[in-house]
């Protein structure tokens, strides 16, 4: 029989939908890698629970692509953001804060747990985290090379590779058995270990600092349930199958909470905005003359004689108050790529405090 290399046609679903995917994406979706990635979960299916199964069947070519493109695009955004960071280690310490104090001024208010969370990292053992996630890369990267090797391998000479003649189940367990040979559990748990460790300090942290803003969500959703419940209920229940009507008070609780996050969230984000805009302007205002002071530009006593700083930092303060309450603080799309994952990290911080409530 000659071996197995149409994955999508034997499957019945995989070909269209990774060609269509291909021409969004265009070259950075490996077309192969994102066959293998498919197999493998079409291959976890089969061994999944049958309610489960048929989703996962399902899922097969998304997982395939966006496997892949994960693949090729991981590695080039933490390249990215890693010289991003080392720049930013090396420029002098003044031009440092000066930078910070102006990212502070104009977008601190859009970022307020996602920068409250860099100072919990400090405090609540950051340098341990940062060596657990090392752990966790080195490991990630040892399983990357080996799989990519054992992708190469011929061992019955046919001129064809191993896994290209294996079904979606046999590579599934082929890839399972890899994984559980090159991975230290021992390492790897208490790896995962400390990084719990550090991610419950730091929410514990934030819960304390923003007890007020969780509790307002709290409170805020506790008074709109009843009128929601009175105007939502009876729609819901009319356009609800009988068998599904159970899950309608739930999702109604759940919508309320969410409103009142966003609201109580925005309340909060206009009091960072006047803190982080006052902070950062000043910082920047000072760390900008003292830059000037090192450059012999500003000769060394003038500086204290005057309220210069002040006035600049609170002119800075004051332009990032008015861009981002007023003007909206949209961050612009050259900054986006740099931003972005403080949105994402935001994001997250914000659902995780108001669940734990």
Known sequence: APPHRAVGPSLGYGKSSLAAMRKVYGGL??????????????????????????????????????????????????????????????????????LWGLSLCFYGGRYPLA???????????????????????ETVEQVQEASAKDDRADADGDGAKDVDQLDAKQLASRKLSLLLRIVDPGEVSEALRGLCSGYLG?????????????????????????AAAKLLAPSALAVTPPEHRKWVSPCINYFCKFLAAVVAWRLQSTLSTFQSGLAGGLLAARSG?????????????????????????????????????VQGGAVPIVFYPVLWPLGVLESWLKLCITLHR
């Not at 100072?119 to 985290?129: N, R």
């Open 115 to 137: 920068l409250a969370v860099l100072e919990a990292f400090k405090l609540t053992g950051g340098s341990e985290m940062a060596m657990h996630l090392e752990t966790i890369k």
């Open 29 to 98: 979706v490996d077309r192969r890698e994102a066959e293998r990635i498919e197999r493998l979960a079409a291959g976890l299916s089969q061994q999944a629970p049958p309610w489960a199964a048929q989703y996962l069947v399902k899922a097969a070519p998304v997982a395939g692509v966006f496997g892949a493109l994960s693949q090729s695009l991981g590695p080039r955004i933490y390249q990215f953001h890693l010289s991003l960071y080392r720049f930013y280690k090396r420029l002098p310490k003044n031009a440092a804060s000066c």
């Open 289 to 325: 003359f003292a830059l000037l002071q090192s450059a012999n530009m500003i000769a060394p006593g003038e500086l204290g004689e005057t309220m210069s700083d002040e006035v600049v930092g609170w002119t800075l303060a004051a332009g990032g108050v008015y861009y981002q309450l």
């Open 202 to 226: 730091i929410i514990a942290a934030l819960q304390t600092k923003y007890a007020r803003t969780t509790a307002l969500a709290h409170s805020i959703g506790e008074s709109c349930r009843p």
